[in-house]
């Protein structure tokens, strides 16, 4: 991560973790651009555990083409959810 701070305006670029670009960090730690792509995978993930939830993430990955990665996050994201 780089930082630079001027006038206490604090200006930190990250590199998306997804394809690696640098974007202006925020709360995510993804790009504007796959931060949607996230989203819309989230949505995605949720709407086929809804309809098989004993689907493995293993399905996951073969049935929607989304990387293992991804689905691991999601998944724990969705188990956040819950709470
Ligand atoms: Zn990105």
Redesign the pocket.
């Known amino acids: 991560m780089i930082s630079c701070g001027e006038g206490g305006t604090v200006v930190s670029l990250q590199n998306?973790?997804?394809?690696?670009?640098l974007?202006l960090k925020q709360r995510s730690d993804?790009?504007?651009?796959?931060?949607q792509?996230m989203a819309d995978v989230y949505g995605q993930i949720r709407d086929f555990l809804r309809e098989f939830p004993n689907k493995t993430m293993w399905d996951i990955h073969t049935e929607l083409a989304i990387p293992l990665s991804v689905i691991q996050q999601v998944l724990k994201e969705l188990e956040e959810e819950k709470k």
């Open positions: 998306c973790r997804r394809c690696g670009k974007y993804y790009c504007p651009e796959c931060a792509w």
